[in-house]
C-alpha cells in the first residue's frame, strides 16, 4: 500500500499577508489616478470582542494605505441617530466602504441598519441587493469570510469546476453566500444543515467541505473522505485540561487522518477576512468611479497558500 501523502497546512497567515500587499498594490495606482479610498468603522457600545475586531480592522486599512475613519457611539445610541450618521456616510464621496461592526444593542435593529448602508459601500456584503446579485451571479461586493475561504480553495486546488462541494451551515454570513461562490465557481454544491438527513454520508462524497456551524469538533474523520480538502471556518472557545482555547468546527486532528489539506484554527481562515475587507474597500471604490479607467482592477497574482 502507497503511504498518505503528507497532509498540507493551509496556512491562512501566508495567503492574507499576499492578498494584502495585492492591496497595497491597488491603493497606490488608486491614489495616482487621484483617488485615495477610505473606510468608515462604525461601533456602539463596547464589547471587548468587538473593540478588538475593530483595531485589526483599523490597523490592516492603515497599513494598506486606506484612511479609515471610526465612529465610536454610546451604546444607548438611539436607532435613528445611528441611521442618521449612515445616511451620512453614504453621502460622503470621500468614504468608499462602510462597516457597522456586529452585535448591534438590543434595541437596535440590525436588519434595518444594515439595509441602511447603500449597496455600493456594503464592504461586508449583507446588502440585500449585494445578496440577491450575488445569487444571480453577478460581480457585487460579497461577504469577506466566504471570499476568503473562495481564495484559499483556488490557491490550494486551483480549477474548481466540476468538484463536489459540500457546506455545512446555512448562515446568511458564511453558508448561504458560501455556496453561491462555490456554485460561482462551477462547483457541485450541497449545503447541509441542523434539519439534512445523513449529514455524515454527504459530507464523505465531497471534494471540498467547509465546515460553518458554530459547534466546536463536529467534523472528524467519519466526515471526510480521503483526499478531500477541508476549510474551518467555526472558531469556538471551549475549556480543556483546566484551560480556554480556541478551536474550528473540525476536530483537526482526526481530520487529518483523511484530509489532503485542512486549514487550522486559529491561523486559517480568520486573518483571510479582514484581508478581503480590505479588498472589498477598493472593490467598493471601483464601483462607484466606473468611469475612470486607471481603477481597472488589478490583475490577481499567482500564489500558493499551503505550506
Request: charged content about 20%; overall charge neutral.
Amino acid at each position: 500500500m502507497n503511504a498518505q501523502a503528507p497532509i498540507k497546512l493551509i496556512d491562512g497567515k501566508a495567503a492574507a499577508a499576499r492578498v494584502l500587499a495585492e492591496v497595497s498594490a491597488e491603493v497606490r495606482q488608486m491614489k495616482a489616478a487621484g483617488l485615495a479610498p477610505g473606510l468608515a468603522v462604525v461601533l456602539v457600545g463596547q464589547d471587548p470582542a468587538s473593540q478588538v475586531y475593530v483595531r485589526n480592522k483599523v490597523l490592516r486599512a492603515e497599513e494598506c494605505g486606506i484612511r479609515s475613519l471610526e465612529h465610536k457611539l454610546p451604546a444607548d445610541t438611539a436607532e435613528a441617530e445611528l441611521l442618521q450618521l449612515i445616511h451620512t456616510l453614504n453621502g460622503d464621496d470621500s468614504v468608499n466602504g462602510i462597516l457597522v461592526q456586529l452585535p448591534l444593542p438590543g434595541h437596535i435593529d440590525e436588519s434595518r441598519v444594515l439595509q441602511a448602508v447603500s449597496p455600493l459601500k456594503d464592504v461586508d456584503g449583507f446588502h440585500a441587493e449585494n445578496v440577491g446579485g450575488l445569487s444571480q451571479g453577478r460581480e457585487v461586493l460579497t461577504p469577506c469570510t466566504p471570499a476568503g475561504c473562495l481564495r484559499l480553495l483556488e490557491d490550494t486546488c486551483g480549477d474548481l469546476a466540476g468538484k463536489h462541494a459540500v457546506v455545512i451551515g446555512r448562515s446568511n454570513i458564511v453558508g448561504k453566500p458560501m455556496a453561491a461562490l462555490l456554485l460561482k465557481a462551477h462547483c457541485t454544491v450541497t449545503v447541509v444543515h441542523s434539519k439534512s438527513a445523513n449529514l455524515k454520508d454527504l459530507c464523505r462524497q465531497a471534494d471540498i467541505v467547509v465546515a460553518a456551524v458554530g459547534r466546536p469538533r463536529l467534523v472528524d474523520a467519519e466526515w471526510i473522505k480521503p483526499g478531500a480538502v477541508v476549510i474551518d471556518v467555526g472558531i469556538n472557545r471551549i475549556e480543556e485540561d483546566g484551560r480556554s482555547k480556541l478551536v474550528g468546527d473540525v476536530d483537526f486532528d482526526s481530520a487529518l487522518a483523511h484530509a489532503a489539506a485542512i486549514t487550522p484554527v486559529p491561523g486559517g481562515v480568520g486573518p483571510m477576512t479582514i484581508a478581503f475587507l480590505m479588498k472589498n474597500t477598493l472593490a467598493a471604490a471601483r464601483l462607484q468611479h466606473p468611469a475612470q479607467p486607471n481603477l481597472a482592477k488589478l490583475p490577481e497574482a499567482p500564489c500558493r497558500s499551503i505550506s
